[in-house]
């Protein structure tokens, strides 16, 4: 229906990770000599894996490493992985199995394994199955080039340590996959919330945000560089709170000047807004019981901010909320829907949602549907409850909803998502968007595809527009997750 942030290149709604490589197109990479030292590295999961990546690519950059995209030239594999559900971490382990083949035939070959996986299994990679020869968490890459020397040495190579402060603001990026148009800039990193089904808070550490400074000069790099589209990434970006540096949880130990200068997320939004009025400002993710007024408020005062709210709310049931750890119920919920369309009335909304979460019962799961027949969302990313070791959930709640219900429901929860979508699409017939154009359109290379401020995909013939413009497209017919227009002339709107 739209761009899954887990699964980065719009895999199904249900298929829960594809595999991307994030290595450049470009030749000249690529025709780096055999002698030269080239890395291969696949990216899976969430927007901050891919993100991640790219400040991977920096410091690899600045060791003399090439990027390459084509594995049988590497001479180092890596794999930024995702431990979100089991599929996952399954997904990722098939993956070394087959670096470990090429690995038969090139010894020099080293595997190295990034993100949460590494962080959450650490040194049983090495220990046990002996796949790997580097294993990273996210926190520690700096220390990569210490580490590929460990390797090289044939020695233990494993950084897991969780940093306080570390948030990589100091490296600049190297932009993979890029389409030139719209780039990714973390904010924050880490999370406190500890919702019982999560594993974040264990791979990723607790919650620090990033020098609003560091984040307005890449900002202003990108918009250099000719981009038109940030988004601002977190785990739950409307708990950024930056007070001179330091975990969240310690600002209750902030001074009263610290107090008083402490920038929020909604001081944040509006400095990039205004500091950037060109570029268009989206956000990810929100977690409702973070979002305040004061956001939808700054949302609706700028207008390159987009109107566009990713919300995950994960049940319509009180009693499963609470058993989630949210810190919001079913109705506070609709009172922050309520807001935000009395504030922002185009704002589009999406969620993410668990079907058969432990004890959840019919009436669990229809309060689920009657939650979403209130909010009626755009679009939607649904999933099958996965146990996770070592979270609150695994520990306390028996995963006692079988396999078939868990299907079942999950089915019917992306059913009724193929109906709000499909209803949401058809309000744009007749109507004029302003579409950021960002690529061919899969469907057909003579359209171009890009997305309204609502983070809806529209396409229309290409004619004399190109990559980056801003488009006014009048919509003449749509599907559930797609607006098919005719453009009418560049845009004045944003
Ligand atoms: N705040 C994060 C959420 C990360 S997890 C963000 O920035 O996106 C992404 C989504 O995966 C969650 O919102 C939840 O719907 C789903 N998820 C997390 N743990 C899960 C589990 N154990 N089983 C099934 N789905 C899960
Ligand atoms: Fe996970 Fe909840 Fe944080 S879903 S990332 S613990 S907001």
Known sequence: MTKDPYAFN???????ISPANTGDLSNEKDSASKTQKQFYIESYGCQMNFSDSE??????????????????????????TCSIREK???????????????????????????????????????????????????????????????????????????SKEETYGDIAPVRLAANGVSAFVTITRGCDNMCTFCVVPFTRGRERSRDPKSILGEIAQLAEGGYKEITLLGQNVDSYLWYGGGLKKDFSKATPLQRKTAVKFSNLLELVSKAQPSIRIRFSTSNPQDMSLDVIHTMAKFDNICNYIHLPVQSGSNSILKKMNRHHSREQYF????????????????????????????????????LMEYVKYDFGF?????????????????????????????????????????????????????????????????????????????????????????????????????????????????
């Open 88 to 162: 996952a971490e399954q997904t990722v382990r098939k993956r070394l199995e087959l670096f470990n083949g090429l690995k038969r035939k090139n010894k020099d070959l080293k595997i190295g394994v990034l993100g949460c996986m590494a962080e959450r299994l650490k040194h049983k990679f090495l220990e046990e199955e002996k796949m790997v020869d580097i294993v990273v968490g996210p926190d520690a890459y700096k220390d990569l080039p210490n580490l590929l020397q460990e390797a090289e040495a044939e020695r233990e190579a494993v950084n897991v340590i969780l």
């Open 10 to 16: 719009g895999t199904p709604l249900t298929e829960e």
């Open 55 to 80: 400040i991977v690519a920096s410091i690899l950059n600045q060791e003399g490493y090439k990027l390459t995209e084509t594995l049988e030239n590497a001479n180092l594999v890596l794999v930024n």
């Open 335 to 370: 009172e922050l829907i309520d807001n935000i369309r009395k504030n922002i009335p185009d704002c589009a909304i999406s969620h993410d949602m668990i079907a058969g979460f432990p004890s959840e019962t019919e009436q669990d799961h229809q309060d689920t549907l009657s």
């Open 382 to 494: 649904m999933f099958a409850y996965s146990e996770r070791p070592g979270t609150l959930a695994a520990k306390k709640i028996e995963d006692d909803i079988p396999e078939p219900t868990k299907k079942r429901r999950l089915q019917e929860i992306i059913d009724l998502q193929r109906t709000h979508s499909e209803y949401r699409t058809r309000q744009f017939i007749g109507k004029t968007v302003c579409v950021l154009i960002e690529k061919s359109s899969k469907r057909s290379s003579e359209f171009w595809s890009g997305r309204t401020s609502q983070n809806t995909v529209a396409v229309f013939p290409k004619e004399k527009y190109k990559v980056g413009d801003l488009v006014d497209v009048r919509i003449e017919e749509v599907t559930s997750a797609t607006l098919i227009g005719t453009a009418i002339g560049i845009s004045s709107s944003i």
